[in-house]
């Protein structure tokens, strides 16, 4: 199964105005680090963010920032850069070569539990029905069961949402999994903010540049 998701987490547009009157162009130079691609556009050339402990913010999604929003914090002094891709961009007074890893400078602390979305309890959940097993490809075939109807009083939280394959949810349809005679394979539960990134360590991305090997740990065997 191929996961692949990234999260842009973008700067206030109020905060990353340029020195009045420049403007950035793409310098037509080749990407040398990417083995597999020659040429990328810039669109295609995000930068990985880390926090100020160089951990990235994010996992699953893995936290990037497009070359632009890049740009603007590396001219307000917002970042630290890490790493760069063999590319230049140009303003109309100066050139920077295009940063592949950058560092906030200020550490921004993680709330100790995450929101509760679609995204997130399918993570939580492995992008997995409970019930059954079945595996899907970014949560697109799951729904969301109750595990207690909310006929019977059953809350729309954590502790009550779990995913469903279509199947089994229409097989359980309001009644509790033991009226269905349906066993959970996890019950639900709050997950803490380390919880999801430790499960989203699971699901690299396809496409890694060579400069965030570094500071990327995913589950993957290590060479004897």
């Given at each position: 199964?191929?996961l692949?998701?990234y999260?842009l987490?973008r700067?206030?547009?109020?905060?990353?105005?340029?020195?009045e009157?420049?403007?950035?162009q793409?310098n037509?130079l080749?990407?040398?680090?990417?083995?597999?691609?020659?040429?990328?556009?810039l669109?295609a050339?995000p930068a990985?963010?880390?926090?100020?402990?160089?951990?990235?913010?994010?996992?699953?999604?893995?936290?990037?920032?497009?070359?632009?929003d890049?740009?603007?914090?590396?001219y307000?002094?917002?970042?630290?850069?890490?790493?760069?891709?063999?590319?230049?961009?140009?303003?109309?007074?100066?050139?920077i070569?295009?940063?592949?890893v950058?560092?906030?400078?200020e550490?921004?602390?993680?709330?100790?539990?995450?929101?509760?979305?679609?995204?997130?309890?399918?993570?939580r959940?492995?992008f997995?029905?409970?019930?059954?097993?079945?595996?899907?490809?970014?949560?697109?075939?799951?729904?969301?069961?109750?595990?207690?109807p909310?006929?019977?009083?059953?809350?729309?939280?954590?502790?009550?949402?779990?995913a469903a394959?279509?199947?089994?949810?229409?097989?359980k349809?309001?009644?509790?999994?033991?009226?269905?005679?349906?066993?959970?394979?996890?019950k639900?539960?709050?997950?803490?903010l380390?919880?999801?990134?430790?499960?989203?360590?699971?699901?690299?991305?396809?496409?890694?540049?060579?400069?965030?090997?570094?500071?990327?740990?995913?589950?993957?065997?290590l060479?004897?």
């Amino acid at each position: 199964m191929k996961l692949k998701k990234y999260k842009l987490y973008r700067i206030n547009p109020k905060d990353v105005m340029l020195r009045e009157g420049e403007t950035i162009q793409e310098n037509e130079l080749p990407l040398s680090h990417d083995a597999d691609v020659k040429n990328r556009s810039l669109d295609a050339c995000p930068a990985l963010v880390l926090n100020a402990d160089f951990k990235p913010l994010s996992y699953f999604p893995l936290s990037l920032w497009p070359w632009q929003d890049v740009i603007k914090a590396v001219y307000l002094d917002r970042v630290i850069v890490v790493e760069e891709y063999d590319r230049v961009v140009h303003s109309t007074t100066s050139q920077i070569r295009l940063p592949s890893v950058i560092s906030l400078k200020e550490y921004i602390s993680p709330g100790a539990h995450p929101s509760f979305t679609r995204f997130n309890l399918f993570l939580r959940d492995r992008f997995t029905c409970q019930y059954c097993g079945f595996m899907a490809g970014n949560g697109r075939e799951l729904t969301f069961d109750h595990v207690i109807p909310r006929r019977l009083g059953g809350r729309t939280s954590w502790q009550n949402i779990t995913a469903a394959c279509p199947a089994c949810n229409l097989k359980k349809g309001g009644r509790t999994p033991q009226e269905a005679h349906m066993s959970l394979r996890t019950k639900p539960y709050r997950p803490t903010l380390y919880d999801l990134q430790n499960i989203g360590r699971s699901y690299p991305p396809n496409y890694l540049h060579d400069s965030w090997r570094d500071f990327l740990y995913w589950d993957s065997e290590l060479d004897m």
